[in-house]
């Protein structure tokens, strides 16, 4: 029996809106190959709809008190905090990471709306009495009105909070554009929103594709775009939205090394590859998908992955078995296999070839890889593949090694594995990424730092969230205000005036 499609429509001035465009996309699980939902895909009458609601919206919340727009975040906390495991699990349904890695896409995302409970703090200005005789100078921000999101498919809860909350905190309107491949938690979200008190048009969700995004980026009343996904969709977010005059922070890919010098505790090390390189199937900007050993480092390195990996189950996402689950779509899975075909051709060792997984026979599932002896002109190293590879690539000396990560094209993140302290302190000076770990794999910046890349993996001058998140959801502005000298003036105060 085939079951039921649910239709996903878009989120307009606090109600479920289905639009004028009668495109839709379908949504699957991604565990069963099942189509389980119907998404709606804004036109030009939908987005013009969506910015005029969170138009009218934006006027009023922006005269909102700090204390108000923090008792909101803090009901929306609660909110999220509650249905955490509801979130988790449309996650699971659309994405097909596995639960824990779910829960803990939630558990970040809701780092970024306690941060931005701190409003009343992170919106306060300076203040200069007597800057000049009679003279004070004081700085203020002030929100940019209506603002957009456009968000990818791997993280559909954690990426929209790492927008939205920010952004609503400092009194803008915000419009959700989701990936159409995972586009119902967007819906969720909404519901939160307004459950936590927030009026209707400040939070949008418009469901789409790249018309919806271009409308976006050409409408003229959307002051600011944030973007996460790929380069080149970054490079075009970047380009068309500054053409039209708005704000543009764009992250794209990555290629993130992980360089492990003779010294490391192995043991450890290749722990943090196996949850690094496999942990959501691969599917995360911040995944390591290159190891660089150096030295003596990289037999010892590559048997000890080697070792871990018949351990891990791939699986659906909501068995508790399960290690990693399915890829997103069988054309990514594809890709992804055609990646390891072109490594294996040019000359790079399987280790392990997750194309002889043994694995469910539905769903979209690769197994994991483990490739060695990956030279830097091959594909599975110069391209971002996005899924369950691990390419490990050898170095003579530390100085190889960096100068390796800093020829890449991308510079998001970068990892080193070592004792030596000096050697993390020189690795963390010289590396190009914008984010750098030390013994720590994955080196996401807690919400009260701010996140983004280097080079092809950002596109604009400020990070996402944490204090480079007001800053982008804001704009400043300087007051000089002279007023009479109280010693000379007509108005009775009440009180004698002195000289």
Not at 454 to 473: E, N, R, T
Request: glycine share 10%.
């Amino acid at each position: 029996m085939t079951p039921p499609v649910n239709q996903v429509a878009h989120w307009i001035d606090g109600r479920v809106v289905f639009g004028r465009s009668a495109r839709t996309a379908p949504v699957f699980n991604p565990a069963t190959g099942v189509q389980t939902g119907s998404v709606r895909l804004a036109d030009a009458d939908d987005v013009a709809a969506a910015v005029g609601s969170a138009r009218a919206a934006a006027a009023q919340w922006r005269r909102s008190s700090l204390s108000a727009r923090s008792d909101v975040l803090f009901g929306f906390r609660e909110l999220v905090r509650a249905q955490a495991a509801e979130l988790a699990g449309q996650v699971t349904r659309e994405h097909g990471k596995v639960l824990s890695d779910a829960a803990g896409e939630v558990a970040r995302g809701l780092e970024n709306v306690e941060f931005a409970c701190g409003v009343p703090h992170l919106l306060r200005g300076g203040f200069s009495e007597q800057a000049s005789t009679g003279v004070d100078v004081y700085s203020i921000r002030q929100p940019l009105g209506v603002v957009a999101g456009i968000t990818p498919f791997n993280f559909p809860v954690m990426v929209p909070l790492w927008m939205c909350a920010n952004a609503i905190a400092c009194g803008n309107a915000f419009i959700l554009e989701p990936s159409e491949r995972a586009p119902s938690a967007s819906l969720l979200l909404a519901r939160l929103w307004q459950r936590a008190g927030l009026p209707d048009g400040v939070f949008t969700v418009l469901q789409g594709d790249r018309e919806a995004v271009d409308g976006l980026l050409a409408h003229p009343d959307v002051a600011a775009v944030s973007f996460v996904g790929s380069t080149p969709i970054a490079r075009h977010v970047y380009a068309t939205g500054t053409a039209n005059g708005k704000r543009v922070q764009a992250l794209g890919g990555a290629k993130n090394h992980m360089v492990v010098l003779p010294d490391a505790d192995i043991e450890v090390a290749a722990d943090a590859a196996v949850s690094a390189a496999y942990g959501s199937a691969g599917e995360r900007c911040m995944a390591v998908s290159v190891a660089v050993a150096v030295g003596d480092a990289g037999d010892r390195l590559v048997d000890a992955i080697a070792a871990r990996l018949p351990k891990l189950r791939v699986g659906a996402g909501d068995d508790p078995g399960s290690d990693l689950g399915p890829l997103i779509t069988a054309a990514h899975r594809d890709r992804v296999r055609g990646y390891i075909a072109q490594g294996v051709s040019a000359g790079a060792t399987a280790v392990v070839d997750g194309r002889a997984a043994d694995l469910p026979a539905d769903g979209f599932f690769l197994g994991v890889t483990l490739l060695d002896r990956v030279t830097p002109e091959m594909s599975v190293y110069t391209d971002e593949i996005f899924g369950p590879v691990l390419c490990v690539l050898r170095a003579g000396t530390f100085d190889e090694a960096v100068q390796l990560v800093n020829r890449h094209e991308f510079g998001n993140g970068a990892a080193i594995f070592t004792r030596d302290g000096g050697a993390a302190r020189r690795f963390q000076f010289e590396v190009e990424a914008g984010m750098v770990g030390v013994n720590v794999p994955i080196p996401v910046p807690v919400a009260h730092y701010s996140f983004g890349g280097w080079k092809a993996s950002l596109f604009g001058d400020i990070h996402m969230y944490g204090p480079d998140g007001i800053q982008f959801y804001t704009r400043a502005k300087v007051v000089t205000a002279r007023w009479p000298d109280p010693a000379t003036s007509t108005v009775d105060l009440g009180f004698p005036r002195t000289r």
